[in-house]
C-alpha cells in the first residue's frame, strides 16, 4: 500500500514517459502565458478607458460649472436691466406727467 505523503517524503515520479509529459507540460505552459497575456492588455485597456472616462467626466464637470456660473451671472444682467427699465418707465411717466401739468 501507499504511505501517505509527509513533507519530508520525495514526491512521487511520473508514470508516463518524460517525451508524452514534456509536450503536454509545454502546451499547458503556453496556454497559461497566452491567457495571463490577454488578461494583461484587457486590464490595461480597462485602465485606459478609465482613465480616459475620468479626465472627460471631469472636463465635462468643468464646463458644466462654467456654464452654471455664466447662467447665474447673465440672471443677474436681466434683473438688473429689468430694474433699470422699470425705473426708467417710471421716470418717463413722471416726466410725461411733469410735462402735461404745465
Sequence with gaps: MDEPQ???SPPPAFRSPPRILIPKL???RDKWKEKAGQRKSQLKAAQIRTRDLTNSRAL???RALSAEGQVQQLQRQ???AQQ???QSRCEIAELTDQAQKK
Design 6 to 8: 509527509t513533507p519530508t
Design 60 to 62: 465635462w464637470k468643468e
Design 84 to 86: 433699470f427699465l422699470e
Design 78 to 80: 436681466l434683473q438688473e
Design 26 to 28: 509545454v502546451e499547458s
